[in-house]
C-alpha cells in the first residue's frame, strides 16, 4: 500500500494530464469479451466515472456479443458470423435488442450509478441518436470479384444525430448507448458496437475513443502477448490486414480508428479492458497501454 505521502504524489503527478483532457469527450466502447466479471466490470466503469468527476465526458458504447450468443442458444437459436458481423434476422434481432438495450445497458447504467456517477442509457433509436440502412456484405470470391452478401437485419449508420448526448453531457450525466439503430419504419437494426463507437466519436467531435478488448491491443503475432505494436499508423492498417496479421474482430477496430481519425477525432486506442483500470493507464500515465492508432 502506498504511503498518505505517496498517494498525494500520485495525485500530483495526474494533473497535467487532468488539465489536458479537462472538459474534453473520450468515447469508450466497451466491448462484450471484456465484461469478464463483475469485478472488472465495476473498475472499469469507476474508471469512467472517476473522469466524469475529474471534469472530463466520457460517453459509453457497449458490446454484448457473446451475451447475444448466449441468449440465442438458450433459446436453441444458432449465431452465423459473416466478415464478423452477426447474419440476424427478424429474431434474431428481437433477442439481440431484447440483451443490448434490455439487459446489459441497464446493467451498466446500474453499476455506474451504485458506484456513484449518474448514468442514463440510451439505444441508438433513442432521438433517433444512430440512423441506419440495410448493410449488405461485400464478400470477396477467389477469383478476386465481389459478391454482395444479404446478411438481413444489419445496419450501416447512414446518420448520427448527436443532440440528446450532447444535452445529457451538458447536464452532468454519463450516456450509455447501445448499438441498436433505427431504420425506415422506425425498425432496429443491429450494428457491431465498434463501428457504433466510431461514428458517434466524429459526430460528438471526441478528442479521443477507447477500445476496450480482450487482448493487449494489436499484436504482431497473435499468439505471442508480447509482441505488442504500440504504434500502428493509418497507413499500415491495409497492409497488416492483406498479410493477415490483423483478423477476424480486430478489424472493425482498426477500420473504425481509422474511420475516426479521418472524421477529426483527437486520438484512437485499442487496450486490454481485463486490466483492471487500463483505461487509468491510458489516460493518465506517459506510458499509455495497448495501442495508439494515428494519423
Ligand atoms: N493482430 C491481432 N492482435 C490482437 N488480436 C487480434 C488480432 N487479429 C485478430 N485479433 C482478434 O480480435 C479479437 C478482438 O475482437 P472481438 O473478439 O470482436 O472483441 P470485442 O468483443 O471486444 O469487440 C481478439 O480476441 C483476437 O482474437
Ligand atoms: C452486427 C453485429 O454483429 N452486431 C453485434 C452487436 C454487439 C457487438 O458488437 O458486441 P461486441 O462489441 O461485444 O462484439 C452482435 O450482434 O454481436
Keep these: 500500500m502506498p504511503s498518505p505521502m505517496e498517494k498525494a504524489g500520485i495525485l500530483v503527478e495526474a494533473l497535467p494530464y487532468i488539465k489536458k483532457f479537462y472538459g474534453k469527450t473520450v468515447v469508450i466502447k ?30 459509453i458504447v457497449h458490446g454484448g456479443g457473446p451475451e447475444i450468443t448466449g441468449m440465442l442458444k438458450r433459446l436453441g437459436i444458432e449465431s452465423n458470423f459473416i466478415g464478423g458481423l452477426r447474419v440476424t434476422d427478424a429474431e434474431t434481432m428481437e433477442i439481440a435488442q431484447m440483451v443490448l438495450v434490455g439487459k446489459i445497458n441497464k446493467d451498466i447504467v446500474g453499476l455506474i450509478n451504485d458506484i456513484g456517477g449518474t448514468a442514463v442509457g440510451l439505444s441508438g433509436k433513442d432521438a433517433n441518436l444512430l440512423v441506419a440502412d440495410k448493410k449488405l456484405h461485400l464478400m470477396r470470391n477467389p477469383d478476386g470479384s465481389e459478391e454482395a452478401v444479404d446478411i438481413g437485419l444489419v445496419g450501416e449508420i447512414r446518420e448520427v444525430n448527436p443532440g440528446i448526448v450532447d444535452t445529457l453531457l451538458k447536464e452532468g450525466y454519463i450516456p450509455v448507448v447501445a448499438p441498436v439503430a433505427v431504420g425506415e419504419g422506425g ?103 495497448g495501442t495508439m492508432v494515428t494519423n
Design 30 to 59: 466497451y466491448g462484450g469479451h471484456a465484461m469478464v466479471n463483475e469485478e472488472l466490470k465495476k473498475a472499469v466503469l469507476t474508471d469512467a466515472v472517476l473522469m466524469k468527476y475529474v471534469g472530463m465526458q466520457p460517453v
Design 187 to 289: 425498425n432496429s437494426y443491429n450494428v457491431n458496437a465498434d463501428v457504433a463507437a466510431g461514428a458517434l466519436a466524429v459526430a460528438l467531435n471526441a478528442d479521443k475513443l477507447i477500445i476496450l478488448t480482450d487482448v493487449e491491443g494489436i499484436l504482431a503475432d497473435r499468439k505471442d502477448k508480447n509482441s505488442l505494436l504500440s504504434t500502428v499508423t493509418m497507413q499500415d492498417v491495409p497492409r497488416l490486414i492483406e498479410q493477415g496479421i490483423i483478423d477476424g474482430g480486430m478489424i472493425p477496430k482498426v477500420e473504425c480508428c481509422t474511420c475516426a481519425l479521418q472524421g477529426g477525432v483527437g486520438t484512437t486506442h485499442i487496450i486490454d479492458g481485463r486490466v483492471p483500470h487500463s483505461l487509468l493507464l491510458e489516460i493518465f500515465t506517459d506510458q499509455g497501454v
